[in-house]
């Protein structure tokens, strides 16, 4: 065992037999108990393999000689064009046995140099230099009554491996167990200025005192600290299982447990550094992930000539490890108040992601109507619910705020200094735990008809509505103030003059603070109603004409209604002898009733009976010209174009063309939003011992938006006002252009059979601005420096070739080496600068950003025929 | 095995001597069944029979009016090969029991339909109910006949679906004659494979520098879209875009204390699921990406510039690594009831 899986331990040995046990018990018992299995209509894990089975690990069985059939020396294509493989060679397989048994053992190991922990390479893939399982796949079937079995397995290293077992008898029933690991990997040079990555709790170094850290002090840690790696892994254990009751009715259901276990970078505001050098503090922290989630599903189906039915459950139970991450600051806050102390608040919190349970029940009816037709309703209603603990709205200890007076104690003499103990307590809650719930509802109408072969009709109406349960409201009973803590406290340690104050209001001691006092509940509903046609003008030619209405009912939003009616015309040509053409254009229209930029009035202090306007007026929200973009008046055409050709018997050619052009109704905001992509690939099949195939691609996006800077914290929303100036107007356009190309060919050189693969992308993005004057700046120009117009550009290029050569060893072995050598390079602006440092100022960030890197993966595998 | 061998033999002779021999003729010198009449039909009729296909008929050819069913034995007298390769799949695996168990079963014309006329006349086309391109069959056929038996679960809603509008047949996808892929009997290697033949485009933007895990085989398009039908746009599996996420991101369902609208609503308003030249599937650079929406008073509406970089004079937060969310951690929700701002 330990030759097969290196590297693993013989305690992870126990732990991972264990789990595969488990497994395949459940699939045992299962079978007795009606467990079921996942299909292409049905939840994910529609396929399990590593990247040594699609790719790397392939290629030594070679296709069989005799072709595909005798009749024809040529492959035949699919309806729509085209072709079909040659099938591989098979095992014979004796019938007089009982049990016919085939199997494959492919292991081996494979040599990883270079950049060979490089995180951009290895983010799903993690190659190690070591013994590999590339394949065993051991089957057994009973011709006799159809019943097979077959246990399949690959094993990169112990993140990157799956054990699939299955049995059953065709026509009958299917039981399948697996067990997978998958690694991402996220960093390779995460530096960390805490202890206790991995776990809840991070603790500043030896060297680092909290909240008392100078900059210095700190970046001299994050130098002195070595890279680490960030990756999360995921191991999914599951059993599927279906079984014909009847020749009409069929039961399935699927059980599977996935658990995250790693860590990812994640942040830790102690307010802004931008504003105020030396003081604040951004923390980009590292979050520790460990949580696992139950998906249940499961149901019954009928399937008659007249009639069809299915009743089906899905539920899903996410469980986090953890109900909160608490982390340390190393930075001192002061505050802009004069003659004042900040205290010293250096604590930080996060309450991670909730545990929640959701079901779902969904039932469905379909009758056959006359004139080829068929009508189907469907009902469903779910519910997704948490009731985690709530954590307190602060952690410090002591104080928080602004010591004005120098006692050091909240008093009434010193009201911008608040104990931390009216805060740093679930008492301090207006309910424990979250309560919360969402409630979904669908109905669903379908009809076709056929009145004649040329023609077919169809109409569908839907009605999907999500409802929120119950809603937050921040109000704390300990002091009778509304709203909440901000940052940690660390605001209200700085900038209590903020208008959202220290984060929470008091009718008395700061009534014109405007801050959060509730949760939103985005309560939603959606009726789609569509009409279609499908017309087959005539044996070569085929148009549909699909027209779709669409209501969007939000609560909550800038919009209450938003109509999208769209059209869309199909057209399927097939007049050419080998050619096969399909295009449709899709025009969208979608515009909604009147467009409220402040729709969350109700959330906010500001509709408290004891809210006082300020002197110089309620902030406003935001500047009334915006509009957000998945609500904005929207004008969308989408074409799409695919051909295939056939230019020679043995050869296919398939074009694409896509184009979606998105115009937004926005004066500020998203503008426009343009995709265009288009493929060529060349597929080429003269004998079952030579193929080869090729592409091009080529994909552009491009984004504008316009913004504006605001002048000051003024009442006046309007575009062009006091508070939102011209002058601070601005424009960005992105731009990401990505060209691809690739080519495959294989071979049998007599019994050597040589593969390869090139693949090739480069990747660049341009962002652009303009501005009406520096005032819409972050930072003014300072006379030396200008802002210029446009980011560094935004690189990516992966340069990838493999090359692989199988030959047979005797009857039953084959041997397979193959190389694959890559080079990529990366620059992304937002990491400029961090190779030298990771900390600035009161900025502390843990990940590098992705490095480009240089990496050969050598590998042998044998082949064992079983 | 001598069976194998035999058959062999008669499918070398077949094709040499067919011109002098008729098929009919030859044909009733094979046994009834490929693997029926020895002693394993015995131990299969003691057990259960195979539900799945009980029902299995002689597929129905509106294009062979007449034409009689003529039996396994008579189509392998000249499609040895393609039935050699056929015996390693599941259908065969299941028609064969079937058909031993119940004679009455057919195992080739069950999808190809009865083939008497076919076998007179084989160059014909629509005489039997093929596949392929340029072989007679109407589209609508094919899949009318692999419906008959597969009708419902994943294929409820095929009938007006996109790919069955898009004239595609079940054999653009599928190729039951042999085992090409693991499961599915998909007629490329792989699910990813099979769906890149027409979208292309779409398993070209899995190579940007985000994207999941399709590539490395981790997952499947099949694994978010049902290609069968489905009544949610975009052929998902289930009924809105953040049910899909959900599926493997439970963690983002919530409900949150505080709910980030736009991610509420759905996922893909900010993220790009089949590949991105920005972090995480981001749809735009951050802090562009969040400034198409914020243009509250106070910082979230500055224009940056690369004056703002790590290696530029004014270092600034909120462009800086993962920008605004470096403070706006959150950003998918937050549980903490001093988290409306997702700081915490």
Known sequence: MSTVFPGVSSQQHASLRSRVWIALAGATLGCWSMWSFAETGLGVDSGRSTALTPLLGIADEGLDPRGSSWLRPTARRSPSGNLYQCPARSAETPDSADWNFSGVLRVGGVVNSGDEDNALRQRYVHWDSGLILGLLDI???????????????????????????VFGRAGAY?????????????????????????????TLIDGLAPGASSPAQVAAASAAASNRMLSIRREKQGVEFNAYLSPQWTVFANVSDEQRRGERVFGGPFYFNYSASADGGVLETIKPVADSTINLKGGLRYAGNTWRAEFRYAGSFYRDRYTRFDYESPFSLYPFLPNAASAPVFQGQFAMEPDNNYHNLQASVTRRLPANGELSLTAGAGRMSQNDTLIAPVNCQGVFGVDANGSGQPEPDNPLLYSCANWNTPDSLSRRTADLRIDTSLIRAHVVLRPVDALSLRGDLSFNREDYRSTYLALNPLTGQYGYVTENGSQGSINPAAPSGAGFWDANLNPSVVTRIRSIPIDKQTTDLSLGGEWHVSKANALDLDMDFQRYEPTHRERSQLDDLRSKLTWINRSLDGLTLRSSYSHSSRSGDAYDYDPYVFAYSTSLPGY????????????????????????????TFTATVAPRHDMTVNATVRAERNGYAAVLGRQHSDTTGATLQWEWQPSPSTSASAYLGYDTSELVLANIGDQDAGSDPSLGGAAYPDDGRWWAR?????????????????????????????????????????????????GTRVPGNEFPPLKYAVNSLSVGVSMPLGSRFALRIFDNVERGRVSDWH???????????????????????????LGMLLSIAL | MLRLVAWSALGLFCQSSLAQQGKQDFAAQLPASSLSGDDMQHSAERLLPAPGFANASVADNPQAVGAKPVGESTCIACHQLEADHFSHTLHALGLHAASKADPAIPVCEACHGPGSLHAKTPTTPGLIIAYTQHAGTPISTQTKTCLACHAGGAREQWVGSVHQRNDLSCSDCHNPMANFSGQGLLAKNTINDTCAQCHADVRLQFGKQSHMPLPEGQISCTDCHNPHGSANKTLLKTASVNETCYECHAEKRGPFLFEHAPVRENCLTCHSPHGSNQHALLVAPVPLLCQQCHTAQGHPNDLQSPLSLGNGPHPDERIMGRGCLTCHAQIHGSNAPSGPKFHE
Do not use: C
Request: glycine share 6%; aromatic share 16%; hydrophobic share 35%.
């Open chain 1, 734 to 782: 992105d731009e990401q252009r990505t060209r691809s190309a690739g080519a495959s060919f294989f071979h049998d050189f007599g019994k050597l059979r040589f593969d390869t693969h090139w693949n090739y992308l480069r990747a660049r993005g341009t962002t652009r601005y303009q501005f009406v004057t520096a005032s819409a700046l972050a930072y003014f120009p300072d």
């Open chain 1, 139 to 165: 089957s057994v079937v009973r011709p006799a009554d159809g019943s097979y079995a077959q246990f399949r397995a690959s094993r990169i290293n112990e993140d990157d491996q799956y054990y699939q077992a």
């Open chain 1, 174 to 202: 299917k039981v399948q167990a697996f067990l997978r690991e998958s690694p991402n990997i996220l960093s390779d040079n995460a530096k960390s200025i805490w202890n206790g990555v991995g776990s809840n709790r991070l």
């Open chain 1, 831 to 857: 990491y400029l600068g961090f190779d030298a440092n990771r900390v600035y100022d009161h900025r502390v960030y843990a990940d590098g950003g992705p490095q480009s890197y240089n990496a050969n993966l």
């Open chain 1, 612 to 639: 006082v306007v300020p002197p110089d007026g309620t902030p406003a929200y935001t500047v009334d010209a915006m509009r957000v973009y998945d609500l904005a008046d929207r004008i969308q055409n989408k074409y």
